[in-house]
C-alpha cells in the first residue's frame, strides 16, 4: 500500500479526510473510536466487545492493528462468526483477535521493501510482506494503511487472519 505520504497528504486528518470510509472518524480518536466510526467494522466491533477487549484497546498503547473488515468476516465459512461471538468461545475469539494486534506503532513506511515476521499480542508471528508494491498479512491484502488513531495505528486488511 501506498504510504500517505507518497499520496501528498501532509497530515494523518488530511489523509482520513480523503479516505471515504474513514471521513467522519476524528483524527485522533483511540483505535476503537477511529475504527467505529468507520462504519466498515461492525463485526469487529461486536468481537472486540465480546472478547473484553475494547478496555485494552483504547488503552495507551501503542498498538497497530490490522483490522479485518465486515466483508472479511463475511468470507469466514457460515455460522462461524455466530459461534465465535458465544460466551463459552470467549478465548478462541480472543486468540483470534490478539492475532491482530502487534504492540507498537510500524506504520507502512517502516515496512516498504521488506518481508519480516511480527509477533502478536497473542504470541504467535505474523509474516509481513511489503515486496510486491503492496502490503500482505499472512496474505490477506492491506486495502487500506497507516490510519492513525491516538493509541497506535490501523491497517485494513480484507482477510481474518486465524491463528495455525
Known amino acids: ?19 471515504p470510509a474513514f471521513a467522519q472518524s476524528p483524527a485522533r480518536a483511540d483505535i476503537v473510536d477511529t475504527a467505529v466510526a468507520a462504519g466498515q467494522f ?12 475494547v478496555p485494552t484497546l483504547k488503552g495507551a498503547g501503542p498498538f497497530t492493528v490490522f483490522a479485518p473488515t465486515d466483508a472479511a468476516f463475511a468470507k469466514l465459512p457460515a455460522g462461524t462468526v455466530e459461534t465465535l461471538l458465544k460466551p463459552e468461545n470467549k478465548a478462541q475469539l480472543t486468540a483470534i483477535l490478539t492475532y491482530h494486534v502487534v504492540p507498537g506503532r510500524v506504520m507502512s513506511s517502516a515496512l516498504a521493501g521488506k518481508v519480516t515476521d511480527a509477533k502478536t499480542v497473542e504470541g504467535r508471528t505474523v509474516k509481513v510482506d511489503a515486496t ?5 498479512v499472512n496474505g490477506a491484502k492491506v486495502v487500506t494503511a497507516d490510519i492513525a488513531a491516538s493509541n497506535g495505528v490501523i491497517h485494513v486488511v480484507d482477510t481474518v487472519l486465524i491463528p495455525k
Open 1 to 19: 500500500m501506498i504510504s500517505r505520504r507518497l499520496l501528498g497528504f501532509a497530515s494523518a486528518a488530511a489523509f482520513a479526510l480523503a479516505t
Open 42 to 53: 461492525k463485526t469487529l466491533a461486536a468481537a472486540l466487545t465480546a472478547a473484553g477487549l
Open 132 to 136: 510486491m508494491g503492496g502490503v500482505t
